[in-house]
T-cell receptor
């Protein structure tokens, strides 16, 4: 089954404790992206990757890091999480950057930072 | 002025009603216009996209784009309880790099009552 998977689905952590949210897709997609979704603010892009080893900032990159060493994986790293990073996070992928209008989203990771 | 404006609702209609969902935008560079549907506790899924102006129909769903007014609409005919979800409009430009980024509206919560 073609899908985007994220782990963990739910995470409660404390301020300053480094964490990684994994994202993997099995569709051989080139373009991958991370979003956060907050009430009243909608979906905002954090980082995106147009291909292996090619990443760039989205609208709200502060406090986040990403890497793209393999085509299928695009982990999101929070090196020192803070309470304002409490949010619902989605990973998404599309066949290529030019086809980013057709993105497939993962199920989401709900992160709470206390 | 925000790039994409979408009335968050909530919108509650009886089964069988025609539903109209709308977004306005300010960036004249937007060329691709998408509608995503997001069920509770799930990731968004693409319903349909339109390139430039015009209409597109898919079953009970019709998307319209009026670039002269910077206004897009999604119509749902014969609405069903299974259509109850949050509907997100999204848009992007047509050239490379960061123009592949999607800009989302905040979403409209729709409930279709049996």
């Amino acid at each position: 089954e073609a899908q985007v998977t994220q782990n963990p689905r739910y995470l409660i952590t404390v301020t300053g404790k480094k964490l990684t949210v994994t994202c993997s897709q099995n569709m051989n997609h080139e373009y991958m992206s991370w979003y956060r979704q907050d009430p009243g603010l909608g979906l905002r892009q954090i980082y995106y990757s147009m291909n292996v080893e090619v990443t760039d900032k989205g609208d709200v990159p502060e406090g986040y890091k990403v890497s793209r060493k393999e085509k299928r994986n695009f982990p999101l790293i929070l090196e020192s999480p803070s309470p304002n990073q409490t949010s619902l996070y989605f990973c998404a992928s599309s066949l290529r950057s030019g086809a980013s209008y057709e993105q497939y989203f993962g199920p989401g990771t709900r992160l709470t930072v206390t | 002025q925000k790039e994409v404006e979408q009335d968050p609702g909530p919108l509650s209609v009886p089964e069988g009603a025609i539903v109209s969902l709308n977004c306005t935008y300010s960036n004249s560079a937007f060329q691709y216009f998408m509608w995503y549907r997001q069920y509770s506790r799930k990731g968004p899924e693409l319903l349909m996209y339109t390139y430039s102006s015009g209409n597109k129909e898919d079953g009970r769903f019709t998307a319209q784009v009026d670039k002269s007014s910077k206004y897009i609409s999604l119509f749902i005919r014969d609405s069903q309880p299974s259509d109850s979800a949050t509907y997100l409009c999204a848009m992007r430009g047509n050239s490379g790099g960061s123009n592949y980024k999607l800009t989302f509206g905040k979403g409209t919560l729709l409930t279709v009552n049996p």
